[in-house]
C-alpha cells in the first residue's frame, strides 16, 4: 500500500507539469489576438528597424544595401566613470530585420584603432577589452532581457536579465556576430534570431532595447539611451525599438544529442585501482510550445565538463553551500530565485546531490539524474510562470544497500508584474517524494513541500517595500523525523530549545516571514530587513536554509560617490547592523560592520571592512552541538584588499585579515596574494594563493554521555590551525570558437588539540570561567587534510549550438602526518598519493529543424 501511495504521489507531480503545459498552451492560444504594438511611453528614446528586402551578408562591413537606408541612432552618453556626461567617442547603430532574423550594425569610432583592446578568450569570459553590448527586452515588460556581447576580437559573450537589475550569465544562445576593425574605429554586426527572443506576437512589435560600449583604455562605458547606476535599475532604463511588422510567431524546436566517453579510476580491493570505460548517451531539447513558452528538458544529462567545487575544511556544525555549475540548472533558473531573504527555498545542488547514505569511497559520488524537465513562459497579461520536474535515480553502495532512494522533484513558480513591473505578487510551490526502503525509511524524509507568497511594491521611483511568507512541511517515520529534530538545523535536544523535541513526530511543519522597505536609488541608499523563522522549519531537502528558530532585524545605510574626482572613480561606504533572537527572545546575535571600497584615479581598486561582533549578552545555540545555549565574547575582524589595474598585462590583487576573539584567546592572521596576467592577446594566466594561521579556544570536539541526561559532557578544545590553499588557472584561447582550460588547487589544512576542557557554565559572562578541565590531560588527535582538485577541458564549438569536449580531471586525497605543518612535506605528500583520474570526451550537435 505504502508503494501505491508513492507510486501515486509520484503520477500526481509528473502529471501537474503536463497538465500545466497543456494549459499554459491552450491560454496562449485561445487568448484573443494580440492587439497592435504597445505604446511607447512619453518621452521614451526610441529607435526604428527597417525590413531588408534582400539577404545581409555578415561580415561587419556596412556595404549591404539595407544599412544605406536605415536610420543611424549616436545619442550616446557616459555612465561610467561619470553618469550621463558626454561620451569621449561616437558610437552609432542601425536596426534591420526579415521574418526570422534581428540584425543589429554598431559603429564604435576611435581616432586611434591601433590602441584598440582585442583579447582573446574562451565563449562568456569578460576580458579588459572593448565591448559592444545589444540589450533586447522581448516582452516590453521593462523587467527581463537578454544581453549580446561581443569584443573586436569576436569573442561572444551573452547574459539574462530578470528583476530588472539581475544578471545572469548561464544562458548560451545560438546567434552570430562579425566584427571589422577599419581607420574608423571597430564594427560589430549582429544576427539574432528571432527563435532566440521571447515576445507577445503580434502584427507590430515594440522591445525594449539599448546598445552598450566599453572603451577599454579609459574605463569608460557609454550607453543608448543614458544609462543611470545610480537609480539600481537596468531593463527599466531601456529604450524602444519600434518599426518591427509582420513578424508572426517564432516556434522553435532545438535538439541537441551528445555522447559520452569516460575512463574512470576506482579502488579495487585489496590495495588496487580498476579503470573501467563508461558509455553514455543522452539529449537536450528546447521546443517552443509557442513564441512567449518554452520546453526545456534533458534526458540522462552529462556534466563531466564542469570545474569541481573547491576543496574546503568544515569544522562547523552546518554543511557548505555551494555555487551551481551545471547548465541545465543555471540556465533560466533565475525565475526560481526568491532574491533577498528567501533565497534558499530553492536549491538546485539537492537535485543530483551526493548520496545522503555514502559510506564507502567506492560509492558513487553523486546521484543520476534520469530526466529533467523546465517548463517556462508569460502570458500577455505580465504573468510569468515556471515548472521544475525531475526524476533521480536509486544509486546503490557497494554494499548493495540503497544509499539515495529514487526520488521526484517539482517546483512551480507563478509570478504577476503589475505598474509596468513596479508591483509584484509572487507564489512558490516545491515538492519532492523519495521512495524508500525498510533500510532508508528510518534514516531519511519521505516527502517534503514548500508554499511560498511574496510581492513588493516600490514607489516615488526609489522606495520599494517587499515581503514574503511560506510554510513547510517534512513527513516520514518518526525514526527519520527524530533524527531531523537532533540534527544541526534544529537542535530540539538542547536545554531550553523553544519546540520540545518529540520522537514520537512523524512530520515537521513551520513557516518563514519576512518584511523589507528600502530606498533603492540615489547617493544615499537605505534598507531595514526583519524575518522570523519558527523552529519547526525543515526546507532542506530542497533548499538551503540552516537558520530557524531565529528573529532577525537587519539595518544598513549605502553612500555611494559616482562622480569622479581627483583621486577616484568611485566610491561608496557601508554601514550595517544586523541582530539575532531565538523565538523565545533569547539574543544570539549582535554585528556592526563597517564597509568602504573605491576605484582610484589609477584604476587600482582597494577596500576596507571592520566587523564587530557578539556584543552584548548574546549566545550560540549551535556551538555545544545539541548541549545549552553557550554565552558567546566579542569578537572583531579587521580586512584590507588592494588590486591592482585591469587594463594591464599583470594585474595583482593583495588581501589581509586580522581576527580576535574570546577575550583574546582566539585568533587569526590571513594573508592572501594573487597574479593575473596575459601572454600576448590569447593566454590568460591566474595564479592565488593564501595563508591562514587560526587559533579557536572553544572548538568543539564531541558530546560524552547519554542523551536527554545530566551526564553528558559537552566537550572543547584550543584548536591550532594553518591552512594553506593555491589555486591556478591558465585559458589558451585559439580561435573565439576553440579553446583549452587548465584549473588546479592544492588545499593543506592542519590542526593540533590542546587544553581539552568540557562545559561548566554555559552562562558565564567571562570565557575562561564557562569551562573546566577534562580528559585527565589527554588531547583529541589532530589532523592534515590534504586535498588537490584539477580539470583540463578543450572546448571546441565547432558550429554554433554544438561542441566537442575533451576534459581530463585529477582528484588526490592524503590524511597522513596529522597533527602538524610543513607546507614542503606536505605537497611532496600529497602530489605522491594515488590519483583518481577521468578522461572523458563528450561530443554534441545543436540542430534547429
Not at 86 to 101: I, K, M
Not at 614 to 619: E, S
Request: charged share 20%.
Amino acid at each position: 500500500m505504502a508503494d501505491f501511495r508513492t507510486a501515486q504521489r509520484r503520477a500526481l507531480l509528473i502529471g501537474a507539469l503536463a497538465t500545466a503545459a497543456t494549459a499554459a498552451i491552450a491560454g496562449a492560444q485561445g487568448a484573443p489576438a494580440p492587439s497592435p504594438a504597445i505604446a511607447t511611453a512619453a518621452g521614451t528614446p526610441t529607435a526604428r528597424a527597417v525590413r531588408t528586402t534582400g539577404p545581409i551578408e555578415l561580415d561587419g562591413r556596412a556595404d549591404d544595401a539595407v544599412w544605406a537606408s536605415a536610420p543611424v541612432t549616436d545619442d550616446f552618453r557616459q555612465f561610467t566613470p561619470g553618469e550621463a556626461v558626454p561620451a569621449r567617442f561616437r558610437t552609432a547603430f542601425q536596426v534591420a530585420y526579415d521574418d526570422r532574423t534581428l540584425y543589429v550594425f554598431v559603429r564604435a569610432y576611435d581616432p586611434r584603432p591601433d590602441s584598440l583592446v582585442s583579447l582573446l578568450s574562451r565563449r562568456d569570459v569578460r576580458t579588459p577589452s572593448e565591448w559592444i553590448k545589444v540589450v533586447i527586452d522581448g516582452f516590453h515588460d521593462r523587467r527581463n532581457g537578454l544581453q549580446f556581447m561581443v569584443n573586436p576580437a569576436g569573442v561572444k559573450r551573452d547574459a539574462t536579465i530578470f528583476s530588472d537589475v539581475q544578471e545572469d550569465g548561464a544562458w548560451d544562445g545560438v546567434w552570430d556576430v562579425a566584427t571589422q576593425v577599419d581607420s574608423l574605429g571597430w564594427t560589430a554586426e549582429y544576427a539574432i534570431p528571432f527563435s532566440q527572443l521571447r515576445y507577445n506576437p503580434g502584427e507590430s512589435l515594440v522591445f525594449g532595447f539599448g546598445v552598450w560600449r566599453d572603451i577599454a583604455r579609459y574605463g569608460e562605458r557609454d550607453a543608448w539611451p543614458v544609462y543611470r547606476p545610480s537609480r539600481q535599475t537596468f531593463a527599466s532604463q531601456l529604450g524602444d525599438l519600434v518599426g518591427i511588422e509582420g513578424v508572426g510567431r517564432n516556434r522553435r524546436l532545438e535538439v541537441m544529442p551528445y555522447v559520452v566517453s569516460k575512463n574512470v579510476s576506482v579502488p579495487a580491493p585489496p590495495n588496487g585501482w580498476d579503470h573501467p570505460q563508461q558509455q553514455s548517451a543522452g539529449v537536450d531539447l528546447k521546443l517552443g510550445l509557442t513564441s512567449n513558452i518554452t520546453l526545456d528538458a534533458t534526458v540522462n544529462p552529462d556534466f563531466g565538463q564542469v570545474e569541481a567545487d573547491p576543496a574546503v575544511l568544515n569544522l562547523s556544525a552546518f554543511e557548505v553551500r555551494f555555487d551551481e555549475r551545471r547548465p541545465f540548472f543555471q540556465e533560466g533558473g533565475n525565475l526560481f530565485r526568491c532574491n533577498g531573504p528567501c533565497e534558499g527555498i530553492f536549491y538546485t545542488r539537492r537535485v543530483g546531490r551526493a548520496p545522503q547514505l555514502r559510506s564507502d569511497p567506492r560509492d558513487p559520488t553523486s546521484t543520476t539524474i534520469q530526466a529533467a524537465a523546465k517548463l517556462t513562459g508569460r502570458f500577455e497579461g505580465g504573468a510569468q510562470f515556471g515548472l521544475v520536474a525531475v526524476s533521480s535515480a536509486r544509486e546503490e553502495g557497494v554494499s548493495g544497500q540503497t544509499i539515495e532512494p529514487q526520488t521526484t522533484t517539482l517546483v512551480g513558480r507563478l509570478v504577476q508584474d503589475f505598474r509596468g513591473g513596479r508591483s509584484q505578487l509572487g507564489t512558490m510551490v516545491t515538492g519532492l517524494i523519495r521512495d524508500l526502503d525498510p533500510g532508508t525509511e528510518p534514516l531519511l524524509r519521505r516527502d517534503a513541500y514548500t508554499l511560498l507568497l511574496q510581492g513588493y511594491h516600490r514607489f516615488a521611483d526609489r522606495w520599494e517595500f517587499s515581503g514574503y511568507t511560506g510554510r513547510s512541511t517534512a513527513r516520514g517515520s518518526a525514526a527519520s523525523i527524530a533524527r531531523t529534530q537532533l540534527a544541526s538545523v534544529h537542535y530540539l535536544q538542547r536545554p531550553g530549545s523553544d519546540l520540545a523535541y518529540d520522537p514520537t513526530r512523524t512530520s515537521l511543519t513551520g513557516g518563514v516571514s519576512s518584511v523589507s522597505i528600502r530606498r533603492f536609488a540615489g547617493r544615499v541608499r537605505w534598507e531595514t530587513t526583519t524575518r522570523y523563522a519558527e523552529p519547526g522549519t525543515e526546507l532542506n531537502d530542497l533548499g538551503f536554509v540552516v537558520l530557524v528558530n531565529d528573529m532577525m532585524l537587519r539595518n544598513q545605510l549605502v553612500y555611494s560617490s559616482l562622480i569622479p574626482t581627483s583621486w577616484y572613480r568611485r566610491a561608496n561606504a557601508v554601514f550595517s547592523t544586523e541582530n539575532h533572537w531565538t523565538t523565545g527572545g533569547l539574543p544570539t546575535g549582535f554585528t556592526t560592520q563597517a564597509h568602504a571600497a573605491a576605484e582610484l584615479a589609477n584604476f587600482w581598486g582597494a577596500s576596507f571592512t571592520w566587523n564587530v561582533s557578539q556584543l552584548g549578552a548574546t549566545h550560540c545555540v549551535s556551538c555545544a552541538r545539541g548541549g545549552p545555549a553557550v554565552r558567546v565574547s566579542p569578537a572583531q575582524r579587521l580586512s584590507l584588499t588592494l588590486n591592482g589595474d585591469a587594463r594591464r598585462a599583470l594585474k595583482p590583487e593583495f588581501e589581509f585579515a586580522v581576527t580576535a576573539a574570546d577575550e583574546g584567546n582566539s585568533w587569526s592572521r590571513s594573508l592572501g596574494a594573487g597574479l593575473e596576467g596575459r601572454i600576448g592577446t590569447r593566454t590568460s594566466v591566474e595564479l592565488g594563493g593564501s595563508y591562514t594561521r587560526r587559533v579557536d579556544d572553544a572548538q568543539w570536539v564531541a558530546n560524552r554521555g547519554v542523551l536527554f541526561s545530566d551526564t553528558v559532557h559537552y566537550t572543547f578544545a584550543r584548536l591550532d590551525q594553518n591552512i594553506l590553499a593555491v589555486t591556478a588557472r591558465a585559458n589558451v584561447t585559439l580561435t573565439p570558437a576553440l579553446s583549452v582550460q587548465l584549473y588546479a588547487q592544492p588545499f593543506i589544512a592542519t590542526g593540533v588539540y590542546g587544553d581539552w576542557r568540557e562545559l561548566v557554565d554555559a552562562g558565564a559572562a567571562r570565557h575562561d570561567d564557562r569551562y573546566a578541565p577534562y580528559g585527565g590531560g589527554a588531547v583529541p588527535a589532530g589532523f592534515n587534510s590534504k586535498q588537490f582538485n584539477s580539470n583540463a577541458v578543450l572546448r571546441w564549438e565547432y558550429r554554433p549550438g554544438s561542441a566537442l569536449f575533451l576534459v581530463w580531471q585529477q582528484g588526490r586525497f592524503d590524511p597522513r602526518d596529522p597533527g602538524s605543518f610543513d607546507y614542503g612535506r606536505d605537497l611532496r605528500s600529497l602530489f605522491d598519493a594515488r590519483p583518481d583520474n577521468t578522461l572523458l570526451v563528450k561530443l554534441s550537435y545543436w540542430f534547429n529543424p
